[in-house]
């Protein structure tokens, strides 16, 4: 029994005439009798009971009617899968990202993502920068967030994201929207930052940042991810300069003063491997593509 018999049984039990059936799944009638006749010899039964007037299922013919029928349907729904997961239309893309892209961008491109392709499924991974290079290589991820780019002949990148950057500080903090000018109102407080080893074009950015206004802060505590720098700030351990999307985090009792009068930005990139060969990467990458991430404020 194969599916062609099965089909073409199929359409002369929903017909109940070989005629008809014939007709609609253009076959000639004496070859449509032929595989039928065929089938029952196979599995030893009669199928139809006919005359010269009537064809219907027998008992053992309404059991295969109802069995082949879910066969059927459940071949169908395997074809229209399969071709979905060939077109990159079902199946996972598995996203690194650090604690902050969260705030930014991830929510608007995943809720994109679930409109234009609800059967995505999307595994997210919180990692460090310096993580990001190595699980791509060895296909642990297939895309990725990252602030600090490493130029890699295996892998490509674009800009998505830019921001500026916030002054955090305790709410207890005397510097407060109203009467801040600028980082050399906090040369004197303690600050907690990423380690220079983690992520060294970002740390340096930051000592850049306070170079410019006349002092390197005196940095007392270092952690590589920005939950824990805020929970230090919260509870008076120093203040830290971050991305401002870090604003729109959990209700942690903290100030976040915009840095306006500095040019500086922090980058966030899209990268991935350029021989991918995950077809549902090129819908992801085309949905962030047709999103606007402006420059600055995208959650405000």
């Known amino acids: 029994m194969d599916f062609r018999q099965l089909t073409y049984f199929m359409g ?16 000639a009638q004496p070859a449509l009798s032929r595989q039928i006749q065929q089938l029952e010899k196979e599995l030893g039964v009669l ?13 053992a013919g309404e059991y295969l009617s109802n069995e082949a029928q879910k066969i059927l349907s459940q071949l169908d729904h395997i074809k229209h ?25 991830i ?7 679930k409109l234009f392709f609800p059967n995505i499924k999307t595994n997210l991974s919180e990692m460090l920068d310096s993580s990001v290079i190595e699980a791509l290589k060895k296909h642990e991820i297939d895309v990725a967030f990252i602030r600090e780019l490493h130029p890699d002949k295996y892998l490509t990148s674009k800009v998505v994201f830019r921001e500026p950057f916030a002054l955090i500080l305790p709410e207890s903090h005397a510097i407060n929207e109203n009467n801040f000018e600028s980082l050399a109102q906090v040369k004197n407080d303690n600050f907690i930052l990423p380690p220079r080893n983690s992520s060294s074009v970002y740390h340096d950015l930051l000592l850049r940042i306070c170079e410019r206004e006349g002092f390197l802060p005196n940095v007392v505590h270092e952690s590589n991810y920005g939950a824990t720098i805020l929970k230090l700030v919260e509870h008076n351990l120093g203040v830290s300069v971050m991305p401002i999307s870090y604003k729109f985090s959990s209700a942690i009792k903290v100030k976040f003063i915009e840095i306006k009068n500095v040019p500086e930005r922090t980058n966030l990139s899209i990268i991935w491997r350029k021989d991918d060969t995950n077809p549902v990467l090129k819908h992801f990458l085309k949905v962030s593509d047709s999103l606007d991430f402006s420059d600055g404020h995208l959650l405000k």
């Open 47 to 59: 199928l139809f009971e006919r005359d010269k007037r009537n064809v219907k299922l027998t008992p």
């Open 107 to 113: 929510p608007p491109l995943l809720s994109a993502l």
């Open 12 to 27: 002369v039990a929903s017909e109940l005439h070989f005629s008809k059936a014939s007709e609609k799944m253009f076959i």
């Open 81 to 105: 899968r399969t071709q979905l997961i060939h077109n990159g239309e079902e199946g996972e893309i598995r996203i690194g990202h650090p604690g902050s892209a969260i705030y930014s961008v």
